[in-house]
Nanobody, 116 residues
C-alpha cells in the first residue's frame, strides 16, 4: 500500500502563486509516476500534470501548460506542483495520485481558492 499526504493549498489572489506538495509513504518502491488531478464538484476529475519517477518526463494539460510546473524529489518520495499566474478558474480541490505497478493511489485532496 501507498499513502499520500498533500499540503500547500489555500487562498490566493488571481495572478499569485502556490506550491502543492504530496509526500508518499509505504511501498513507494513500486511507484513509477506521480502527479495531480483536480475536480470541481459535479464534474469529472481532470488531469493537471504528472511526472515519471525515473527520467522525470513531465506531462501537462493544455489549461495549465506554461503556468504550472510539476517536479519530484525521489529521496523524499515527494511530488510538487508549482502553480503560477493563478486564475479564478483554477479554484477547486487538487488530488495527488501515484501510479504503481498494478495499482493507483490517491490523496484526500487539498483545496485551492483563487480570488478575482
Amino acid at each position: 500500500q501507498v499513502q499520500l499526504e498533500e499540503s500547500g493549498g489555500g487562498l490566493v489572489q488571481a495572478g499569485g502563486s502556490l506550491r502543492l506538495s504530496c509526500a508518499a509513504s509505504g511501498r513507494t518502491f513500486n511507484i513509477y509516476r506521480m502527479g495531480w488531478y483536480r475536480q470541481v464538484p459535479g464534474k469529472e476529475r481532470e488531469f493537471v500534470a504528472d511526472i515519471t519517477w525515473s527520467g522525470g518526463t513531465t506531462s501537462y494539460s493544455d489549461s495549465v501548460k506554461g503556468r504550472f510546473t510539476v517536479s519530484r524529489d525521489n529521496a523524499k518520495s515527494t511530488v510538487y506542483l508549482q502553480m503560477n499566474s493563478l486564475k479564478p478558474e483554477d479554484t477547486t480541490t487538487y488530488y495527488c495520485y501515484a501510479r504503481a505497478y498494478g495499482s493507483d493511489y490517491w490523496g484526500k485532496g487539498t483545496l485551492v481558492t483563487v480570488s478575482s
